[in-house]
């Protein structure tokens, strides 16, 4: 079936842990980011004020090095963090260690969860849906392991088409940086020196994946709906993107079209057996 796809994919997550988090929009590198992320999943959880809100179980999907997983822990919730790549989890791990922080770290597929996940009050998945083969499928696993009533949220992102009148100036622009983009070159290099992307996919596995290259989020909320979410909504995340496009070179903005967004949908509560007229 899909067994190549999933090989190659867990190769290049595996080979890309080492550098990960010294990415720009991967970790968190700067002060004002992390400020920026803590105060969205805590408005996420329903604590915009950081006044207290009850323990919430929280799974995230596709944890990666924990980023979320570490902001939620952080916020006072019990967290599982999940991801297929056993590279990915090590540094996930090294992490919560030296910030004392205790989550449940588990090796998984995103598109098949273990079974005995289940109950979450949230499973938040960040950066993760445009690198599935097969997103409904996730999707559906997701919401099955929410409990009735339950937030299902995704953070991702796509890349806004230039206007008409522009898109020849940015062609030739991107033939002139040999063909890999401006700001795909500029963003390998960090302090003079190459960073190994060992993540980025081929084109032959892009592909293959409906939904990276997004035009718009449109077809995430389409699929939201489709997997039975109540009270979907997509928003975008333009005080995180105002902080990250803050930090990256003046080459990178230039031709930078990411724009990020937060879907969410409620798990239905359970609806009581009518009990047919005597």
């Given at each position: 079936m899909d067994d190549d796809l999933r090989a190659a994919i867990a190769k290049a997550w595996q080979r890309g842990a080492a550098?990960?988090?010294r990415e720009p929009r991967h970790g968190l590198l700067h002060e004002d980011e992390w400020i920026a992320w803590r105060r969205l999943f805590a408005a996420i959880l329903g604590d915009p004020l950081h006044a207290g809100v009850p323990r919430l179980?929280?799974?995230?999907?596709?944890?990666?090095?924990g980023v979320v997983a570490l902001l939620v822990a952080?916020?006072?919730?019990?967290?599982?963090?999940?991801?297929?790549?056993p590279a990915m989890l090590e540094r996930a791990r090294a992490k919560a260690q030296e910030r004392g922080l205790v989550v449940d770290w588990r090796l998984g597929d995103a598109e098949a969860l273990p079974v005995d996940l289940g109950g979450f009050d949230v499973v938040v998945a960040r950066q993760l849906l445009w690198t599935l083969p097969h997103p409904a499928r996730a999707l559906a696993a997701w919401r099955d392991a929410a409990r009735p009533g339950g937030l299902v949220a995704i953070l991702d992102g796509w890349w806004a088409p230039w206007p008409a009148p522009m898109r020849p100036f940015v062609a030739v622009a991107e033939r002139l940086a040999d063909g890999a983009g401006a700001a795909a070159h500029v963003l390998r290099r960090r302090g003079g020196q190459e960073v190994d992307r060992g993540h980025e996919y081929e084109p032959a596995i892009l592909a293959r994946l409906p939904l990276a290259r997004l035009a718009d989020p449109g077809p995430v909320v389409e699929l939201l709906r489709e997997t039975g979410l109540e009270g979907v909504r997509i928003q975008r995340l333009r005080e995180i993107e105002a902080v990250e496009r803050r930090h990256l070179p003046w080459r990178v903005r230039l031709l930078d079209r990411w724009r990020r967004y937060l879907a969410t949908g409620r798990v239905p509560h359970l609806v009581a057996a009518q009990v047919p007229p005597s």
């Open positions: 550098d990960y988090d179980r929280v799974l995230d999907v596709g944890t990666g090095t952080e916020l006072g919730h019990e967290v599982t963090g999940l991801d297929a790549s």
